[in-house]
């Protein structure tokens, strides 16, 4: 493929086009852009106003934001919303098309957990420990568990439901959790995938229950990098 010219689309949308009919290449030209992709993940549990995706994608400057948000809903990615009572805020919407991007986010994010340069310990999210969660379930070790846990993630809820051999993330508490796990992104990756003691986490509820939903996940294993003679 090759990445050449520069055409100007409706409105201000100025990008590089490929000029290439595989449907890969459109798909870079609709999400290959700088934070484009870390922002649709954010959207996938549900609406984001703009306050929350500049904290929960740090390093995008505000005129950055801006501009992204308005290419993805020029693209018919993203929708703006308004949100009920009491928040009452304009925020943002992944469109329907848009969340079929979800499995490709998940996909990608397993693909490159295998580098040898993915280092776990970095900043995270909620959102994307949650999404780990869909991407890391390892169905061995969860083979007959059919139960909700309840996450609070720097103030953010959601509700993870185990069954099948699979994890569906919700945001916000179901009524029906067992138990909850309260903390920091980065607490939570540490106990599930650097084996940090779980301490440092808040838990509500069925406490055995949500130790034993800590230890569902496995990481992939790490390719093996092709080295020159010494």
């Known amino acids: 493929m090759q990445l050449e010219k520069v055409?100007?689309?409706?409105?201000?949308?100025?990008?590089?086009?490929?000029?290439?009919?595989?449907?890969?290449?459109?798909?870079l030209e609709l999400v290959g852009d700088r934070w484009t992709l870390l922002l649709m993940r954010e959207l996938i549990y549900?609406?984001?106003?703009?306050?929350?995706l500049?904290?929960?994608?740090?390093?995008?400057?505000?005129?950055?934001l801006s501009q992204r948000l308005e290419d993805l809903e020029r693209r018919g990615l993203l929708a703006k919303v308004r949100l009920p009572p009491p928040a009452a805020r304009d925020a943002y919407q992944a469109t329907p098309w848009g969340?079929?991007?979800?499995?490709?986010?998940?996909?990608?994010?397993?693909?490159?957990?295998?580098?040898?340069?993915?280092?776990p310990s970095l900043p995270l999210s909620p959102t994307s420990i949650m999404m780990s969660f869909e991407t890391m379930i390892d169905a061995?070790?969860?083979?007959?568990?059919?139960?909700?846990?309840g996450f609070i993630l720097n103030g953010e809820p959601f509700t993870a439901r185990v069954r099948k051999g699979r994890v569906r993330v919700t945001r916000g508490l179901?009524?029906?959790?067992?138990?909850?796990?309260?903390?920091?992104?980065?607490?939570?990756?540490?106990?599930?995938?650097?084996?940090?003691?779980?301490?440092?986490?808040?838990?509500?509820g069925d406490?055995?229950?949500?130790?034993?939903?800590?230890?569902?996940?496995?990481?992939?294993?790490?390719?093996?990098?092709a080295r020159g003679p010494s």
Do not use: M, W
């Open 7 to 27: 055409t100007s689309r409706a409105g201000s949308e100025t990008k590089r086009l490929y000029d290439d009919a595989c449907g890969t290449a459109h798909g």
């Open 46 to 52: 549900g609406p984001r106003r703009f306050s929350d």
């Open 54 to 64: 500049r904290r929960d994608v740090p390093g995008i400057s505000a005129n950055v």
């Open 99 to 119: 969340l079929e991007i979800k499995p490709v986010i998940i996909e990608l994010g397993r693909f490159a957990a295998r580098s040898p340069g993915h280092d």
């Open 140 to 149: 061995k070790k969860a083979r007959g568990v059919d139960q909700r846990i």
């Open 174 to 204: 179901s009524d029906e959790r067992a138990a909850d796990i309260t903390g920091s992104p980065e607490q939570v990756a540490a106990v599930v995938y650097g084996g940090a003691p779980a301490e440092g986490l808040a838990f509500g």
């Open 207 to 225: 406490e055995a229950l949500a130790r034993r939903f800590l230890t569902l996940f496995t990481l992939p294993p790490k390719v093996e990098t």
